[in-house]
Every structure is written in structure tokens, then in C-alpha cells.
């Protein structure tokens, strides 16, 4: 699906900044959930590089606060989800993963979503 909008558009390769900017469901990926993951501190940078591997995240983020790092993530299924979330290879470092399904995104990349205009 990823090739075929890319070809579409003139693109040869897609760009990860292109993804972010588009809806989950257009890629095939209906199901988003925001990640607030809290590691240990010595853990924050590798378990950021490690979500950076997944074409599955479209941004992640090292914070302040309780947790250390969110994550939005798109995926095909709750199923896919879960197993995201217990099985993945950037678990490792990990102490807790609280998950928050996206029920509608408002706004992306600077761009209002057409479904929140009318």
C-alpha cells in the first residue's frame, strides 16, 4: 500500500515525514494508540532507537514527568496492538507501557483533519 501512494505521487521512496502526515486508516493501519512508556533512566535512549526501528511508529518523543517516553503508533489490529505492546524487541528496557487508543486524530502535521470540519 506505502509503494502504490508513493508511485501515485511521483515518489520514489516513502518518507517517514509523508507517513506522519497521513490518516492511519489510508495506510491500512485503522488502529492508533498513543505509548506512555516509563523506563529506567539509563534506558530512555536505547528504548527510544529501539521504537525508532518500527515502521509501525510514526513519532516518538523522550519527555518529562512519570513516564519517560510517548510513542503514536499505528497498527492493523487490537490484535497487532497487543502484540506490539508485550511482545516487541524495544521492550527490553521497559518498566511500564500505559496505552491510549486514538479514537479520532483532530489535527496532523499542521493539517485539520477533513472529518473534524463539518
Given at each position: 500500500m506505502l509503494n502504490e501512494i508513493a508511485q501515485e505521487g511521483g515518489i520514489d521512496q516513502l518518507d517517514r515525514r509523508v507517513i506522519g502526515a497521513l490518516q492511519?486508516?489510508?495506510?491500512?493501519?485503522?488502529?492508533?494508540?498513543?505509548?506512555?512508556?516509563?523506563t529506567r533512566p539509563d534506558e530512555v535512549?536505547?528504548?527510544?532507537r529501539a521504537l525508532l526501528t518500527s515502521p509501525l511508529v510514526r513519532y516518538a518523543a523522550a519527555i518529562t514527568g512519570?513516564?519517560?517516553?510517548?510513542?503514536d503508533i499505528t497498527v492493523a489490529s487490537r490484535a497487532a496492538l497487543y502484540e506490539f505492546v508485550t511482545a516487541?524487541?524495544?521492550?527490553?528496557?521497559?518498566?511500564?507501557?500505559?496505552?491510549?487508543?486514538?479514537?479520532?486524530?483532530?489535527?496532523?502535521?499542521?493539517?485539520?483533519?477533513a472529518s473534524t470540519l463539518g
Open positions: 492511519p486508516d489510508v495506510l491500512e493501519l485503522p488502529v492508533e494508540a498513543l505509548l506512555w512508556i516509563k535512549e536505547s528504548t527510544g512519570e513516564y519517560q517516553l510517548v510513542a516487541g524487541e524495544w521492550l527490553s528496557g521497559v518498566e511500564l507501557v500505559e496505552t491510549c487508543l486514538v479514537v479520532s486524530g483532530l489535527k496532523r502535521s499542521g493539517v485539520t483533519s
